[in-house]
């Protein structure tokens, strides 16, 4: 991840630790996909309840780098300053 964006010049790491509460939102999206996984799960294999462990970790697995990245850039979000680009 770069320190500073390339065009506008924010700044990606305002203070040590700050993506620790990313950990969070990390978390939360886990918990929204095993919800809905469950469900779809359950919905086209009713029989097979034990299944649902041995499939969502290796979907887990796969998915990590994409939540890792959505987590930090979700959490960065939601403290970055709004800029106005003036145009003439």
Same mark, same amino acid.
């Given at each position: +991840?770069?320190?500073?964006?390339?065009?506008?010049?924010?700044?990606?790491?305002?203070?040590?630790?700050?993506?620790?509460?990313?950990?969070? +939102?990390?978390?939360?999206?886990?918990?929204?996909? +095993?919800?809905?996984?469950?469900?779809?799960? %359950?919905?086209?294999?009713?029989?097979?309840?034990?299944?649902?462990?041995?499939?969502?970790?290796?979907?887990?697995?796969?998915? %990590?780098?994409?939540?890792?990245?959505?987590?930090?850039?979700?959490?960065?979000?939601?403290?970055?300053?709004?800029?106005?680009?003036? %145009?003439?």
């Amino acid at each position: +991840m770069y320190k500073h964006c390339p065009h506008c010049n924010e700044n990606f790491v305002p203070e040590p630790g700050f993506y620790q509460g990313a950990l969070y +939102m990390s978390y939360a999206y886990y918990v929204a996909f +095993m919800v809905v996984y469950f469900l779809i799960f %359950t919905f086209f294999f009713s029989d097979y309840y034990n299944y649902f462990l041995i499939s969502i970790i290796p979907i887990f697995l796969v998915l %990590t780098p994409y939540i890792y990245r959505l987590a930090r850039r979700s959490w960065f979000t939601i403290f970055m300053k709004k800029k106005t680009v003036v %145009t003439e």
